[in-house]
């Protein structure tokens, strides 16, 4: 089994027990550390905050709290936590809602056991994993948000924070769409160096997640150069 070195914390988020248990057990059989799984959104954030799972496997159709809140309350809590959403919708705004509110990937649950796997393992690592078809619906949402007008900068606007040379070259690879893994590849540094340099991006332009770094670097036109 690879990664077994580094095992990686999962918890599964799903109001039907047999669908939830399956996956727990699928996932565990695959050498992930399921350390809980929840039945409702409540729940789901009370065990998520106690057991700091590196993946959240999460369905977004929950009671007490929908998934989406979820997700944003965790994220904004740990912007280090990635969420899988593992959903029947396919609906276009339920996949752009979950992808604005901290998610990192977006698989329907017609994926197979194999596709659901590699999707956890890639989602650890802060790779961006959709269903196919879902992913250039995401990339178009950021492009139409990015073209929108900005609000007229006011006399007394902080001066933009100054990134350095290397901050500003990640960013402009993760806005043309690179996984991290690809990012430390082509700038031939480790994985962990990228991620420590997204975080520090993300602290100096007071953003939350990779949604709204991607959104930021293309307003700016990061992506074309």
Request: charged share 25%; aromatic share 4%.
């Amino acid at each position: 089994m690879s990664e077994q070195q580094d095992q990686i914390k999962v918890m599964v988020v799903d109001d039907h027990p047999m669908w939830r248990d399956a996956v727990a057990r699928d996932l565990g059989e695959a050498g992930f550390d399921v350390i809980a799984t929840a039945g409702d959104g409540d729940q789901a954030v009370r065990r998520a905050h106690a057991t700091a799972p590196d993946v959240l496997v999460l369905d977004l159709n929950l009671p007490a709290k929908p998934g989406v809140q979820v997700c944003k309350e965790l994220v904004g809590a740990n912007p280090a936590l990635r969420v899988l959403v593992l959903s029947a919708s396919g609906e276009h705004a339920d996949v752009l809602e979950a992808v604005k509110s901290g998610a990192t990937g977006y698989l329907l649950k017609s994926a197979s056991t194999e596709e659901l796997i590699d999707a956890v393992r890639r989602t650890a690592v802060g790779d961006p994993v959709f269903t196919p078809g879902l992913a250039g619906l995401v990339l178009g949402e950021y492009r139409r948000l990015a073209s929108e007008p900005a609000p007229a900068p006011g006399a007394d606007e902080p001066k933009a924070p100054q990134l350095t040379d290397r901050e500003t070259e990640v960013l402009r690879l993760v806005a043309k769409g690179l996984s991290y893994k690809q990012i430390a590849e082509r700038l031939v540094i480790s994985h962990r160096t990228v991620q420590n340099h997204v975080q520090n991006t993300l602290g100096k332009l007071q953003l939350h997640n990779r949604v709204e770094l991607v959104r930021y670097a293309i307003e700016r036109g990061l992506d074309d150069e």
